[in-house]
């Protein structure tokens, strides 16, 4: 059982906070700030009471933060609620209003601070990882080049904070920024996975339509999707429940990806507007190829092959999200030219792919595609959706759809090509249905 430490120099009341927990958490009571010892009131979790301090447990928090590493929250009077401002300043990982049934709500409170406590602390040991990764692929690189303007040595810097007399390398800022978990990761689009449970365990049309119609954008979407040139039937669709019909549900679930995906790819820079656009039309062209090869050849699921195309750049989303946000801050020490960009998003998007799919609790298939779409040689496991992606990846550059479209690459010629059993007749057809249906895609979703 948890064990949750309570801060409160009132008996009575903390004899109302045991029982309210009772059978769900060990208690531990404190009523002098003075007899708090680390190693004495080790616990998962510490709830402070403004009552507990003068200060309204502000001071109280402050030093137990310096050596504590549980979520910490303030409970706070209905009538003074700006001490959850102040409380949160202090460095309090939440707080919870007094009201006349908190105690109702304290169990499921200190559960959900103590389950985002710590999932923060497992990106922190991502950061981490990632950090070391960053710094392992650097010295491997032409980016550990004092010449390079993106890649001086974090050792050089002055200070943690960049302004005009002070800027700093972009690879230096990002580490930065990584160690510190100053950037905030994107989430994966929760109607997704929702959609998929239902669909998974058979739920009516009803139910499917009513979770899709929660969405504005994505239902308004779909309606305009099936009453497309693609779907159009005798009259046009005006409910989620008709779209859906003529969709059919795996149409419906690729569409809603799509859709609650892109949003992902939205920044409000001008700047790198256009590169997000870019690796936008890119992941959705490598989605449909990839749907299209696996159709083709009756090779894994095509549902399962168009997401592992839709996500196998997303590496490259998050890096330059970072890189948006570093930019906003005027931490670049000069402007990146467009090659040098290119560059460090192909040397480390890969490892970056793979941790932003293991935090969205993806399956290694996934994972790994992410990681090895470049180089399937270095995978330990060249699966036939690895070999698909890499191929896909590889034929929309020949059609002009990435950041930098790869120059003379021999389609025949490669390793997925072959493993998969492709001949220039199944090259040529898979070409010409992409094609099409690209551009068809690119209509409907830009």
């Known amino acids: 059982m948890q064990r949750i430490l309570i801060a409160n120099c009132d008996q009575a009341e903390c004899k109302l906070i045991e029982e309210a927990l009772d059978n769900k958490h060990v208690v531990l009571t404190l009523r002098d700030p003075s007899e708090y010892q680390v190693s004495e009131h080790d616990c998962d979790a510490i709830l402070v009471d403004s009552n507990f301090t003068e200060n309204h447990g502000f001071d109280f928090l402050m030093n137990i933060l310096v050596d504590c590493h549980v979520p910490t929250l303030l409970i706070v009077p209905i009538d003074h609620p700006e001490y959850a401002l102040e409380a949160v300043r202090a460095g309090a990982y939440n707080y919870l209003v007094k009201t006349p049934n908190y105690l109702e709500l304290l169990s499921f409170t200190i559960e959900k601070a103590i389950a985002g406590y710590l999932e923060h602390d497992e990106l922190l040991r991502t950061i981490k990882v990632l950090k070391k990764r960053v710094k392992e692929l650097e010295s491997k690189t032409s980016l550990a080049s004092n010449k390079n303007p993106i890649a001086q040595s974090v050792d050089q810097r002055e200070t943690s904070s960049p302004s005009a007399n002070n800027r700093t390398s972009l690879i230096d800022e990002i580490k930065r920024q990584l160690s510190e978990g100053k950037f905030n990761l994107p989430s994966y689009p929760e109607i997704n996975d929702k959609l998929k449970t239902l669909i998974d365990k058979g739920a009516g049309m009803p139910e499917i339509s009513r979770l899709i119609s929660d969405d504005a954008a994505i239902s308004t979407e779909l309606i305009k999707i099936s009453n497309s040139a693609l779907f159009k039937g005798v009259s046009n669709n005006i409910s989620v429940e008709q779209a859906i019909n003529r969709l059919g549900l795996k149409e419906t679930a690729m569409h809603t990806e799509i859709i609650s995906n892109r949003a992902l790819y939205s920044n409000s820079s001008k700047k790198f507007s256009p590169l997000l656009a870019d690796l936008w039309n890119h992941s959705m062209a490598c989605a449909h190829t990839s749907h299209i090869v696996s159709t083709h050849l009756g090779i894994g699921e095509p549902h399962d092959l168009f997401m592992m195309g839709l996500l196998h750049d997303i590496g490259v989303l998050l890096l330059l999200q970072i890189i948006i946000e570093v930019d906003s801050l005027g931490a670049m020490e000069q402007e990146i030219v467009p090659e040098q960009l290119h560059d460090f998003l192909t040397t480390h998007h890969n490892s970056f792919g793979k941790s932003i ?90």
């Open 357 to 446: 799919l293991t935090r969205w609790k993806f399956p290694e298939s996934y994972t790994d595609i992410a990681a090895f779409h470049d180089n399937p040689e270095n995978s330990g496991n060249q699966t036939d959706e690895l070999m698909i992606v890499n191929f896909s990846n590889l034929l929309v550059h020949t059609l002009g759809h990435a950041l930098k479209p790869e120059q003379g690459i021999e389609l025949e010629k490669l390793e997925s090509t072959k493993h998969l059993g492709l001949d220039v007749d199944k090259i040529e057809a898979i070409t010409e249905e992409a094609i099409v249906l690209i551009d068809e895609a690119r209509q409907r979703v830009n």
